[in-house]
C-alpha cells in the first residue's frame, strides 16, 4: 500500500504487513511513501501479520506506531486454548521462532551498540525456560468501570470488570474468564467467581478517568513449592465501612481451599494507579503475609511487598550460570572476596556463598532490602555471606578493609541500568572480572563502551529466556581486566 507524506503524521493510522522483528519484539513493516521507503517499527506485533497502527514518533527515516488492531494473522501463528491478554503477545507465535528472533536480535544489539564485532564468537548458550507456560509466581489483576469486550470488540460503560487492562490503555479493563497461559490456571479459571462475588457487594469497581470508586486492584503470588496462594486486595476508602472482610475471606477460601496462605487488604485513596500505598501498609484478613519458596536448595520467605523473581525455575538456571561465571577459570583464596552489587535480598550471594564456600559481600543501598537479605541468610545457614547497606562509591571509604580483597563483582542493576559515574565508581573497585547480569541487554549492550574505557574486555556472554510470549530477554556477561 502507498502512502502521502500528508498521511505520516502524528495520530494518523496506518495498515501494516509486518516482515521482521527488531529487537525488543518491535515488528518491522516498510512502506512506500512518495518516491521513497519508510521502516515502520510496531511492538508487540508478528512477522507476517497485517495490522492497524496508529503513529506517536515520527523521524526523518522512521516512524514508532502502537498497535491497534490484528487484521490478518500471520502464517505462523498457532492456535492456543488461552484467553489473549496484553502481557504474552506473542503466546500464538511458536516457542522457536520466538527464541530464534530472541537470540538474532539481541545479539544485533551487542554488535551495533557493544560495537562487538565479534560477539559471536564471545556468545556462549541460550538458556531456555525450563516451562513455556504457567511459569509466573506473581500477577496483579485491574478493576475498572470501563469494559473491553473481546467477542463484540466493543469498549461498555458503567460495568464491572477485573482482568488485565487492554494493551495501550490506563482505563479499560478485559474480564478475565480463563486460563491466560502465564499464571496459576486454577486461579485464572476461577477468577470470574471472586468478581461475581465483588459485583454482588454492591460497591463499586474503580473508574480510571474519573478516580473514584472501591475496588481497585486484586494481587496474587503463588508458590511452587507448595502450591499456596496470597492474595491482596486494594481498594479506596470510600464505601468501606459497607465492605463485609469476612464475607470476602469466606467467599476466597470456600473456591481455592486450603491453597490460600493469606488475605492481605490495603487501603489506597491516592489518585496514581497502583496497587501500593503510600505506607506501604496492609491489613490482615486471613494467614500470613508471606509464602516460602525453594530456589536450588535455599529457602525464602517471601512476602507481598518484597521482590522475587517472577519465573523461579528460570531464575535457577540463571542463578546457575552466574556461579558458573564466577568460578570460570578463576582460582579463590580465603582473602579473596565475591562482592554482590545492587544484590537486593541477597539471592545471588547466598547460592555462591553456599555453592562454592567463597567468600562473598553483599552491598544494597537499600537498607530494607538488606534486612531481608540477613535473615535470609541466617535462614539458611550462610555463614561466609554478609551483606551491607551502602553506597558502592563509598563502600571502601566505609569498610577499608575490604580494598584490594574484591576478586570479582556480581552486578546485577535494575532494568533502567547503571549511570556512567556508578559505573566508573565500580569500575574503581579494581575487581580482576565483572559478571554482569541484566534483566535490559539494551542497558548492557551501552555500558560494553564504558567498561572497556576503564580497562575491562567482554570475554563471554549467555542469554536466559525468563519469559516466553513476551520480548523480554536476559544477559550474563563476563568483563575482564
Known amino acids: 500500500m502507498e502512502y502521502t507524506p500528508q498521511d505520516i503524521k502524528k495520530g494518523n493510522e496506518l495498515e501494516l504487513e509486518i516482515t521482521d522483528m527488531a529487537f525488543g519484539g518491535k515488528g518491522i513493516a516498510k512502506i512506500e511513501v512518495g518516491e521513497g521507503k519508510l521502516v515502520i517499527f510496531v511492538p508487540n506485533t508478528i512477522p507476517g501479520q497485517v495490522v492497524k497502527a496508529r503513529i506517536f514518533k515520527k523521524k526523518k527515516s522512521y516512524c514508532e506506531c502502537k498497535l ?14 488461552f484467553q489473549p491478554i496484553s502481557g504474552a503477545p506473542y503466546i500464538t507465535f511458536p516457542i522457536e521462532k520466538q527464541r530464534e528472533y530472541k537470540k538474532s536480535t539481541t545479539i544485533e544489539q551487542y554488535r551495533r551498540l557493544g560495537k562487538i564485532e565479534n560477539i559471536d564468537d564471545l556468545f556462549d548458550t541460550y538458556i531456555e525456560s525450563p516451562t513455556t507456560f504457567h511459569y509466573r509466581n506473581k500477577m496483579e489483576y485491574a478493576f475498572s468501570t470501563i469494559r473491553y469486550d473481546l467477542d463484540s470488540e466493543e469498549t461498555l ?18 474480564n478475565m474468564d480463563k486460563d491466560s497461559g502465564l499464571f496459576d490456571a486454577e486461579f485464572e479459571n476461577k477468577l470470574k467467581e471472586v468478581r461475581e462475588y465483588l459485583y454482588k457487594t454492591g460497591l463499586p469497581a474503580w473508574h480510571p478517568p474519573k478516580k473514584h470508586g472501591f475496588y ?45 496462605a493469606g488475605i492481605l487488604l490495603t487501603i489506597n485513596s491516592s489518585l496514581g494507579e497502583r ?26 520467605e517471601v512476602s507481598m511487598q518484597s521482590f522475587f523473581q517472577t519465573n523461579p525455575k528460570s531464575a535457577e538456571k540463571l542463578y546457575t550460570k ?9 582460582e ?21 556463598s553456599k555453592k562454592t564456600g567463597v567468600k562473598v559481600i553483599g552491598v544494597d543501598i537499600i537498607a530494607e532490602a538488606i534486612e531481608n537479605a540477613k535473615a535470609n541468610a541466617k535462614r539458611n545457614e550462610v555463614e561466609t555471606a554478609t551483606f551491607y547497606a551502602a553506597d558502592v562509591g563509598k563502600f571502601l571509604i566505609k569498610y577499608p578493609q575490604y580494598e584490594g580483597k574484591i576478586k570479582t563483582i556480581v552486578l546485577d542493576p535494575p532494568r533502567a541500568g547503571i549511570a556512567p559515574k556508578t559505573l566508573a565508581k565500580v569500575a574503581s573497585l579494581d ?11 539494551a542497558t548492557q549492550s551501552r555500558d560494553v563502551e564504558v567498561f572497556r574505557e576503564h580497562g575491562y574486555q ?12 513476551t520480548s523480554h530477554i536476559e544477559a550474563i556477561a563476563i568483563f575482564e581486566k
Open 275 to 300: 496497587a501500593h500505598n503510600d505506607k506501604n501498609d496492609y491489613e490482615m484478613l486471613f494467614g500470613e503475609n508471606k509464602i516460602e519458596e525453594n530456589l536450588l536448595g535455599l529457602n525464602f
Open 68 to 81: 491497534i488492531d490484528v487484521i490478518k494473522k500471520s502464517p505462523d501463528e498457532i492456535e492456543v486454548d
Open 431 to 441: 575487581a580482576k572480572r565483572v559478571v554482569y547480569v541484566s534483566c535490559n541487554p
Open 157 to 174: 460503560d458503567d460495568e464491572f470488570a477485573l482482568g488485565f487492562k487492554r494493551r495501550g490503555t490506563w482505563w479499560m479493563v478485559e
Open 216 to 260: 481497585r486492584y486484586l494481587t496474587v503470588r503463588k508458590s511452587y513449592l507448595n502450591n499456596k496462594l496470597l492474595l491482596n486486595l486494594t481498594t479506596s476508602d470510600t464505601g468501606l465501612v459497607h465492605f463485609d472482610k469476612q464475607a470476602f475471606v469466606d467467599c476466597v477460601t470456600g473456591i481455592f481451599g486450603d491453597r490460600v
Open 458 to 469: 567482554l570475554k563471554k556472554i549467555s542469554f536466559v529466556d525468563q519469559f516466553p510470549h
Open 322 to 330: 552466574v556461579i558458573d561465571y564466577v568460578l570460570d577459570g578463576m
Open 332 to 352: 579463590y583464596s580465603k582473602d579473596d572476596t565475591v562482592m554482590d552489587l545492587f544484590c537486593g535480598t541477597g539471592t545471588i550471594g547466598q547460592l555462591i
